[in-house]
C-alpha cells in the first residue's frame, strides 16, 4: 500500500473524529486567544467624524433666539463648578459639574433623545470635554454653546456696534443682540428722565391798594 | 436582511426577493437531506436515526462559533443582537405538546411542508391538524394568555445565567454536542436498524 493510499484510508475512515476535533479546536480557540478590551461606545471613526462636524456647536445667537422663543426642546446644561453657577449662568440652565458628568444622579440628563442638549461652560472647554465623553458612549443631541458664556457675553449682553462699513446684516445681528439683551435683562435704553419743566413763577406784585384819594 | 438593508445597501423591498430564495435555499436542503420523510424524525424517539439532533446541534454550535469569531474581530456587536424572551412555564409546555406532536405526526412544521410539496399524504393531513391547532389557539388564547404572558425572565441567555465567560461556555457545549454525538451513535448500534 503506498503511504498516500494509507492517509486516505485514515482519513475516510477516521472521517467524524478529525471533524470532532477540528470543532472542538476551533471552539478552544475563542478561549485561548488573547483577550483585549473592546471600544465602549461609537466606532471611532464615527467619533472622529461627529468630533470635526460643525454641527455639534450652537451659536449664542442660535441659543438666544431658542430661548426667547421658548423652544421647549432645549436643556441647558451648565459644566461650570457649583460655585461659579450659582454665581451667573443662563436662566434655566441645570448644573452639572464635568467631574460629575457620569455619576448615576446625572447621567439620566445627557442620556436620552428627547432634548436638544446645549453643554457650556465659561469657554467651549469643558463642554467640548463632557460632549466627547457623551458622544464617545453614544449619548444624542448633544450640543456645545460656541464660545461659552465668554461668547455669551461678548454678543448676546454686550454686543458691539459694527463699523459703519459692515453690511446690513451686521446691524440686523446687532438689532437681535441689542434686543436680546434686553429680553434677558440688560442694555435697555436708558430712559433720560427729563426733568419736568419748571414754570417760571412770576410773581405779580399787586398793586397795593391805594387809599382812595380824593378826586373830582 | 442582517446588515445590508438597515444601512441601505440594498432597497427595501429586496427582503421578500431575499426571503422567498432563502426559503427555497432552505426546502431543498431539508428534501435533499431526507428530511421530508416522517421516519428521519421520528427516527430520532426510536433511536434509529439521529440525524436530525445532530444536524441541528451542527449548526447551533457552528453558528455560536462563528458568531463569537465575528464578534471577537469586530465584525459585528454580540450585544447588539436580539434575544428572543424567555417565558419559562409557556415554554416547558408549549415544548412539550410541540414534542408530542413531533413524535405523533413525524413532520416538524418546516418539513410538514416540504414533505408537502413532494406529495406526501401524511405530511398535508399534518399541516391541517397544524392549521386547526392554530385556530384553536387563536379561539382559545383569551383563556390561554395568563400562561401565555406569565413567567417572563426577560433577554436572558445562559451566560447570564451561569456567569461564565462565553468562550467557555461555548467550548462546554461544543463538548456536550460532540458527546451528544457519540452517545446517539452507541444507541443506533444498539437499536434494530429500519431500512426506508
Redesign the interface.
Known amino acids: 500500500m503506498s503511504k498516500r493510499y494509507k492517509t486516505k484510508k485514515f482519513i475516510v475512515k477516521r472521517e467524524?473524529q478529525i471533524l470532532?476535533f477540528i470543532?472542538?479546536f476551533?471552539?478552544?480557540?475563542?478561549?485561548l486567544?488573547p483577550k483585549y478590551k473592546?471600544n465602549e461606545g461609537i466606532m471611532p471613526e464615527l467619533f472622529v467624524k461627529n468630533a470635526i462636524s460643525s454641527e455639534r456647536y450652537i451659536s449664542t445667537d442660535q441659543l438666544a433666539d431658542k430661548i426667547i422663543n421658548q423652544d421647549p426642546s432645549v436643556l441647558l446644561i451648565d459644566m461650570r463648578s457649583e460655585k461659579e453657577f450659582n454665581e451667573f449662568s443662563l436662566p434655566n440652565a441645570i448644573n452639572i459639574p464635568l467631574k460629575n458628568l457620569l455619576d448615576d444622579d446625572y447621567i439620566g440628563y445627557i442620556d436620552q433623545d428627547i432634548y436638544d442638549v446645549i453643554l457650556f461652560s465659561n469657554d467651549s472647554f469643558y463642554a467640548d470635554q463632557a460632549w466627547m465623553l457623551g458622544n464617545r458612549l453614544g449619548f444624542k443631541n448633544l450640543y456645545v454653546l460656541k464660545g461659552g458664556l465668554n461668547e455669551w457675553f461678548n454678543t448676546i449682553i454686550n454686543p458691539k456696534y459694527p463699523d459703519e462699513t459692515m453690511p446690513r446684516e451686521a446691524f440686523k445681528l446687532y438689532d437681535f443682540r441689542k434686543a436680546a439683551g434686553i429680553y434677558f435683562g440688560v442694555g435697555a435704553p436708558k430712559t433720560e428722565k427729563k426733568a419736568a419743566p419748571t414754570k417760571k413763577v412770576i410773581t405779580v406784585k399787586k398793586k397795593k391798594k391805594r387809599a382812595a384819594e380824593g378826586g373830582c | 436582511m442582517g446588515p445590508l438593508i438597515p444601512n441601505g445597501l440594498i432597497p427595501v423591498e429586496w427582503n421578500y426577493v431575499i426571503a422567498i430564495l432563502i426559503g427555497m435555499a432552505f426546502g431543498y436542503i431539508l428534501e435533499a437531506s431526507g428530511f421530508s420523510s416522517s421516519r428521519k424524525l421520528a427516527g430520532v424517539f426510536y433511536g434509529y436515526d439521529f440525524v436530525v439532533l445532530k444536524v441541528f446541534f451542527t449548526s447551533a454550535v457552528v453558528s455560536v462559533i462563528g458568531l463569537y469569531y465575528l464578534d471577537y474581530l469586530n465584525f459585528l456587536d454580540i450585544s447588539q443582537l436580539y434575544v428572543q424572551p424567555t417565558y419559562l412555564w409557556a415554554a416547558i409546555i408549549g415544548g412539550m405538546i410541540m414534542g408530542v406532536g413531533f413524535l405523533a405526526g413525524g413532520f416538524c412544521p418546516g418539513t410538514s411542508f416540504c414533505g408537502a410539496a413532494i406529495g406526501k399524504i401524511d405530511a398535508i393531513v399534518f399541516i391541517i391538524g397544524l392549521t386547526i391547532g392554530i385556530f384553536v389557539f387563536a379561539e382559545a388564547f383569551t383563556f390561554l394568555e395568563p400562561l401565555f404572558n406569565s413567567s417572563n425572565l426577560g433577554h436572558i441567555t445562559m451566560v447570564d445565567i451561569l456567569d461564565i465567560s462565553p468562550y467557555w461556555f461555548i467550548l462546554i457545549f461544543t463538548i456536550i454536542a460532540i458527546g451528544s454525538f457519540v452517545f446517539s451513535d452507541w444507541v443506533r448500534s444498539k437499536v434494530k436498524k429500519v431500512f426506508y
Open positions: 467524524y470532532a470543532l472542538v476551533i471552539a478552544a480557540g475563542l478561549v486567544l473592546k
